[in-house]
């Protein structure tokens, strides 16, 4: 099975600042048929679905607002909330759809400083 | 706009079979571009993927190790829906269910989610 690594386990940002997760892969996510990483970022918040944010590890989802961006390719990915708002108070989760069984990062969860 | 609805008992007793179903509007369970899964969430195991069933011509499935001796994901075209039936449940089985649609897009549509103990 592909493990999927976060870090860190939890950060406090300030409102306005710059929030940094990271995500390690312990192979390749790289879908050899289109030649995309196949890595998903998403958002959990108590008492509701995941949310999907980025999607081919770089890639916003329609309605997602653009102060959640996604980089990173071969093993090592980001996501990056350029200012954080009251709203983005979660835990968010990276993912691997390149091959069975998915796997998901054990969750970065978010606060306010 | 699609749509994925759960149904199924929250307290399920332990060594008896988990049974929830996800039903699909906005999309066909048949389609050819999307797969259909369980994941479900707990503090002690995080999120997990534990099957997908999915039509290609024929029908497939496939599921987590962890579970694979006790799972099954069953389409039911009918209804346009896919259940989920998990035996011999443990405590460990209490998780939060969710049913989930993937495409190249990762898990783009999720159910609102089944609060599932096991507990006597």
């Known amino acids: 099975d592909i493990v999927m690594t976060q870090s860190p386990e939890s950060l406090a940002v300030s409102l306005g600042e710059r929030a940094t997760i990271n995500c390690k892969s312990s192979q390749s996510v790289l879908y050899s048929s289109n030649n995309k990483e196949y890595l998903a970022w998403y958002q959990l918040k108590p008492g509701q679905p995941p949310k999907l944010l980025i999607y081919w590890a770089s890639t916003r989802e329609s309605g997602v607002p653009d102060r959640f961006s996604g980089s990173g390719s071969g093993t090592d990915f980001t996501l990056t909330i350029s200012s954080l708002q009251a709203e983005d108070v979660a835990v968010y989760f990276c993912q691997q759809y390149c091959t069975i069984p998915w796997t998901f990062g054990q969750g970065t969860k978010v606060e306010i400083k | 706009q699609v749509q994925l609805q759960q149904s199924g008992p929250g307290l399920v007793k332990p060594s008896q079979t988990l049974s929830l179903t996800c039903a699909i509007s906005?999309?066909?369970?048949?389609?050819?571009?999307?797969?259909w899964s369980w994941v479900r969430q707990s503090p002690s195991r995080g999120l997990e993927w534990l099957g997908r069933?999915?039509?290609?011509?024929?029908?497939?499935?496939e599921y987590a190790v962890s579970v694979r001796s006790r799972i099954n994901i069953n389409p039911d075209t009918s209804k346009n829906q896919f259940s989920l039936h998990l035996t011999s449940v443990t405590p460990e089985d209490t998780a939060v269910y969710f049913c989930?649609?993937?495409?190249?897009?990762?898990?783009?549509?999720w159910g609102q989610g089944t609060v599932v103990t096991v507990s006597s």
């Open positions: 989930a649609r993937a495409n190249t897009r990762a898990f783009d549509i």
């Open positions: 069933t999915y039509y290609r011509s024929t029908w497939y499935n």
């Open positions: 906005g999309d066909s369970v048949s389609s050819n571009g999307a797969t």
